[in-house]
């Protein structure tokens, strides 16, 4: 199944992984703390899904964002809720692989985006089309799961997530199976689990410096709701990790 096919399938499902506590209080505010002011900032937001960082973004008053993502079916939805609550966001069905270089935006961000590279001329290809895509001095923010993530550690089941080997080996590493805990019914998907090399090697190749690797932190909210002990196997083993570069 393609990336497309697959997340076409998840469609609107997929707002609903942003209630997971691991999303909730890992993911979302380390990225957006990573991120910082955006303020008349131009933003194109990568595999933008059904737009959670996209309208986030415009919130917090980003003069033009622009979601692109290869999946109809996600891209459908983020205009579903574009149309119920206007922001004044915009939004494209199609492929990074394939933007046109147009050195117009002041900021690049992605969430699990770059993991979907199946070789690492394909990795390398995608920094080449983000690069391209900035002014320059531009910013790209990305969170991927963790390169050197210890499988055998401290699990993310408690905090609404599951991550596991396939077993396979792609060109850029190993293939695992990540699958979201939703109430209604646990959604899963494949990726790559880029090694921590390609992704310095192809960001550099691309034309990128400053590359800098940022730990994510559980925010003191999740603190507040679950207690600190709670968080203890995160910390451990964090499943996600932040990457800051410049053009």
């Known amino acids: 199944m393609s990336t497309q096919e697959m997340y076409d399938e998840i469609g609107e499902a997929f707002e609903g992984f942003k209630a997971l506590p691991l999303a909730r209080y890992v993911e979302a505010p380390s990225f957006l703390g990573m991120v910082g002011d955006v303020a008349g900032r131009r933003v194109i937001d990568l595999a933008c899904g059904t737009g959670f960082y996209t309208r986030e973004l415009k919130r917090r008053g980003a003069a033009d964002v622009f979601g692109i993502d290869v999946s109809g079916e996600m891209i459908r939805a983020a205009e579903g809720i574009e149309q119920a609550a206007p922001l004044g966001v915009r939004y494209e069905v199609g492929d990074v692989a394939d933007l046109t270089p147009a050195r117009e935006f002041d900021m690049a961000t992605a969430v699990m985006f770059l993991n979907y590279a199946q070789t690492v001329a394909e990795f390398e290809h995608l920094c080449r089309k983000v690069h391209g895509s900035l002014r320059g001095g531009g910013e790209f923010f990305m969170l991927h799961q963790t390169p050197d993530y210890d499988?055998?550690?401290?699990?993310?089941?408690?905090?609404?997530?599951?991550?596991?080997?396939?077993?396979?080996?792609?060109?850029?590493?190993?293939?695992?199976?990540?699958?979201?805990?939703?109430?209604?019914?646990?959604?899963?998907?494949t990726a790559g689990l880029a090694r921590r090399e390609v992704f310095e090697t192809c960001l550099a190749k691309a034309g990128f410096g400053e590359i800098e690797w940022v730990p994510t932190e559980v925010s003191p909210a999740g603190v507040a709701a679950y207690g600190d002990a709670f968080w203890a196997d995160y910390r451990a083993n964090p499943t996600f990790e932040m990457l800051r570069c410049r053009a």
């Open 151 to 189: 499988f055998s550690g401290p699990s993310p089941r408690e905090y609404g997530f599951l991550t596991e080997l396939t077993g396979e080996e792609g060109d850029t590493g190993p293939r695992v199976r990540i699958t979201a805990l939703l109430e209604e019914a646990p959604i899963t998907f």
